[in-house]
């Protein structure tokens, strides 16, 4: 029997025990003496949220296929264990072997949200690995950093030796060899990032050199060593069906998030909504065939006693089989007490249909992402869902029993008028009116309830609104200030629910999301005063990011507020993310005039990712 | 068909809630292919119930849940199958066809075997004269406690619960010995009332005792075991209710 990192008197003290002991369903067990190389996975944020994250699983089952390599997982201690650890000095460990972090080769941490960075601060200390990449030594591990925040990894630089920018399934298993090799002839440190910096993929952060102007924006980014490449391209798996998808997946003792079987469908989009970064840096669209998809529905459902299953991806109803894969899934697995679960899928007669077979109308809700309250505003975005097309597929369902709705919308968005708030009230009002003009009295199962939410909109790197201003925090609460007060003038106020996102939070996320290497030390300042597991309402503080700002002589408004030239040098734009920056460029100018640009199956828009000659792209061009 | 499955739990899986150990054999069983009854309705659910939640911490032979099924293979075949696809600290060690009036596992329960030890680093300088005073405080024609109820304070006399209780040596954990580390412990058997009319946690006895004794010791002092549930059964013309203590899967019988 495995021997725990911690005791029984700290496993019985602290919540959820079962966040820190492993041993679950199909997670690996291998004799670490007898590989090469030990990689810890980690997801910098509390268990349960980890676990529920398909890219670290799909990366776990892919590492462990090889006998000389043992991935292991790691996860942010919650704030009760972080205090004992420290206390004590127990340092961090690994959850499928209990031994510390620092005795691994690497470090691999994925980069969800930004709201995470602190967290990532949190794993080095507790691992004792040096925080900055330039302490370490042959001792220490090396930092790897992967994940859609790894398209602007300027504000980690500092902390990580090396950062894998694109989808992990392509060079990975080169970068292991690479570093066998390097193990076995007992080279440098820096021997190995000067071989890492040739793979295609990776980034070595200080093998650049930043240099900026008096304003404080970008004079120069420029390799410092011979090793490093000019651009970063990403990675992605041009054939989908190529790469190896999860047999096993882990199945936690303890509730997770996503306690059910995930079905990747496909990745990339081609809807093209400007604010999106998943939308532009997965491009091209590239779909699983249904034999892959059926193939593995039985094996995770098998593998791991699921009682449900769930389709991933960014827009499933541009999936082009879709209706065949549920067809299938609803004829093999329901009855057989298994629930589908079906989320991003379009309202409609199809979708309404499918759904009236696999949930129970009378509790669940619809979903709308309309994302902004006009038509011109939907326009600027290029969200091509209208008003029309909401209240149709409303109307369908709450003729078909339903009679919940939930809205999404995002206040802050380029150009955005009082008209385009108060829109946002006038569109659920008009979706409540739906209800009871569809609905005979007698056939009501009670009120319609609408609720709708608003997030406030953060600039993206690698979107056509990267160039775009922020609000600042007041101005995000006065607007959300604006519909709260609409909706109190409407007629159906009382079936009308309205909520909205952390402004303090929001404002944040916009620095780290746009933020240079120079954000890396208020990041530094911020977490050495306590700021820990920010995403989590009840631990932020911001107070201790206001105070950071002012020590390390940092200003918000640069980051946020500021309006940007055309011309200003990004502290991404050393990446190549397939979209060409012209295309970016384009989409901005489009998005002003209020042009629509037509999605990826209507007319290619030329946004340079048709060179990876696949996916949507090459659809029908055999 | 209504089947009661004994099990074990073990090691790390102490850690484990009782409602994550109810999903768990959920999972459990699709991943073993038990041909399991589900309710009717849009979410179905198996039907399952356990006999008894264990608190986490503790560690157990002797655990039991009671499951309806469609259909079946032997006793020996669905033993091997679930426990192929289990977790190391869990072990299915019975499974044995219920006549259809039986009572569940929860109605049935009447006592339950507790095994207790030190645990390793709290041990007293004689362990086996610590127990033995426990004994004699056992011994007593009455051990009243005050139970904390939902409406307020009660007390209560432990002594008719407790049906017995003895010196024994118990097997420390594998994982609880080190290089110096001893197989065996001295420790107590009790067995003592279970189940929904009057439910004694072993921490209950233990307390009196270090209440009376003038002791404080850390909660962390004892390893805790359950060793089995037990129901009651008319046979025994002698005891006090012409009934006697079995097993409770000695209601069942093993299919072939």
């Known amino acids: ?345 379009r309202i409609d007669a199809f979708s309404l249909d499918v759904m009236s077979k696999v949930q129970d109308v009378k509790k669940s809700s619809l979903t709308f992402a309309p994302e902004a309250g006009s038509q011109r505003l939907r326009d600027v975005i290029n969200k091509g869902l209208t008003e029309e097309a909401i209240l149709s597929g409303a109307a369908e369902a709450f003729r078909g029993g339903w009679n919940r709705v939930k809205l999404y919308f995002m206040l802050g968005l380029p150009t955005e008028t009082v008209e385009d708030m108060e829109g946002i009230a006038l569109l659920s009002e008009k979706v409540a009116e739906t209800y009871y003009d569809e609905v005979p009295k007698e056939k009501r199962q009670g009120k319609v309830q609408v609720t709708a939410s608003s997030s406030f909109f953060v600039p993206k790197p690698f979107t056509p609104f990267q160039w775009a201003r922020m609000c600042t925090k007041e101005e995000f609460l006065e607007k959300a200030n604006i519909v709260r007060g609409k909706f109190r003038e409407m007629l159906n106020y009382k079936s009308l629910r309205y909520n909205w996102h952390e402004a303090d939070l929001t404002v944040l996320e916009g620095v780290f999301a746009r933020g240079d290497r120079k954000t890396g030390a208020l990041l530094e300042e911020a977490y050495k005063n306590g700021a820990l597991y920010d995403s989590w309402s009840e631990c932020f503080h911001n107070d201790i990011w206001m105070k950071a700002f002012e020590t390390c002589g940092l200003s918000i408004d640069f980051y946020t507020t500021r309006e940007r030239d055309m011309d200003e040098i990004f502290p991404w734009d050393f990446i190549d993310a397939g979209v060409s920056k012209e295309f970016l460029k384009r989409e901005w100018k489009n998005a002003l005039n209020e042009t629509v640009t037509p999605n990826c199956r209507q007319r290619c828009s030329g946004c340079g990712a048709m060179r990876w000659k696949g996916g949507v792209c090459y659809e029908n061009k055999n | 068909m209504k089947i009661r499955i004994k099990f074990s739990k073990q090691g790390e899986m102490k850690f484990i809630g009782h409602l994550d150990i109810m999903r768990y054999f959920q999972k459990a069983m699709r991943r073993a292919d038990v041909d399991i009854r589900y309710s009717e309705g849009f979410s179905p659910h198996q039907i399952m119930s356990f006999a008894s939640p264990l608190s986490v911490g503790l560690t157990s032979n002797g655990e039991y849940m009671d499951i309806e099924v469609h259909s079946t293979e032997s006793s020996e075949e669905m033993i091997r199958r679930i426990n192929e696809v289990s977790v190391e600290g869990i072990r299915v060690l019975s499974y044995r066809l219920l006549p259809e009036k039986a009572l569940n596992g929860m109605a049935a329960v009447a006592a339950a075997d507790y095994t207790i030890q030190f645990r390793p680093g709290y041990e007293p300088e004689d362990e086996t004269a610590w127990f033995q005073g426990l004994l004699d405080f056992l011994s007593r024609p009455s051990i009243p406690v005050i139970k904390k109820t939902k409406k307020g304070e009660k007390e209560m006399d432990l002594k008719p619960l407790i049906y017995e209780s003895r010196l024994l040596s118990c097997p420390v954990p594998e994982e609880k010995q080190d290089a110096a580390g001893r197989s065996l412990a001295p420790g107590i058997l009790l067995r003592i009332s279970a189940g929904s009319s009057a439910n004694v946690k072993p921490e209950m006895i233990l307390d009196a005792y270090c209440k009376e004794a003038g002791e404080t010791l850390s909660e962390f002092a004892f390893l805790i075991q359950r060793e089995e549930l037990y129901t009651r059964q008319p046979g025994d013309a002698q005891s006090a209710d012409g009934n006697i203590l079995v097993p409770l899967d000695a209601v069942g019988e093993d299919l072939l």
């Not at chain 1, 200390?125 to 042959?138: A, C, G, N, Q, V």
């Open chain 1, 1 to 345: 029997m495995r021997k725990l990192a911690l005791s029984d008197e700290i496993l019985l003290s602290v919540q959820q025990p079962a966040r820190y002991i492993g041993g679950e369903i199909n997670s690996v067990v291998k004799d670490p003496s007898r590989v090469d190389i030990r990689f810890a996975m980690c997801f910098p944020d509390v268990y349960e949220i980890g676990m529920s994250h398909l890219g670290m699983q799909i990366l776990y089952d892919m590492f462990n296929r090889r006998d000389d390599i043992y991935c292991e997982r790691v996860f942010s201690p919650w704030l009760d264990l972080d205090k004992l650890m420290r206390e004590q000095d127990i340092p961090l460990f690994a959850l499928e072997s209990q031994e510390p972090v620092r005795n691994f080769d690497f470090l691999g941490i994925t980069l969800q949200y930004e709201m995470c960075y602190t967290n990532i601060l949190q794993i080095l200390e507790l691992s004792k690995i040096p925080l900055h990449s330039w302490d370490r030594t042959l001792a220490d591990p090396f930092v790897i950093g992967g994940g859609p925040c790894a398209y602007n990894p300027e504000p980690l630089a500092d902390f990580f030796d090396l950062f894998y920018i694109g989808e992990g399934e392509t060079v990975y298993y080169h970068l292991m060899d690479i570093y066998k090799e390097w193990k076995r002839q007992g080279k440098s440190r820096k021997e190995f990032l000067e071989a890492a910096a040739e793979v295609p993929g990776i980034y070595v952060p200080s093998f650049y050199d930043v240099a900026y102007k008096e304003d404080g924006t970008i004079l120069s980014f420029t390799p410092n060593n011979p090793h490093a490449k000019e651009k970063i391209v990403k990675e992605l798996v041009v054939n989908p069906d190529d790469a190896t998808y999860i047999e096993k997946p882990l199945v936690p003792f303890m509730k997770v998030t996503q306690d059910r079987v995930v079905l990747e469908i496909q990745r990339g989009c081609i809807r093209g909504c400007r604010f999106c970064q998943a939308g532009n840096v997965y491009r091209p669209l590239r779909e699983h065939s249904l034999d892959y998809l059926k193939d593995y529905a039985y094996k995770m459902l098998k593998s791991t006693g699921h009682e449900e299953i769930s389709l991933s991806s960014l827009s499933s109803s541009d999936y082009t089989e879709l209706e065949g894969l549920v067809t299938f899934l609803i004829d093999e697995f329901h009855g057989k007490g298994v629930n589908i679960s079906l989320p991003s899928l």
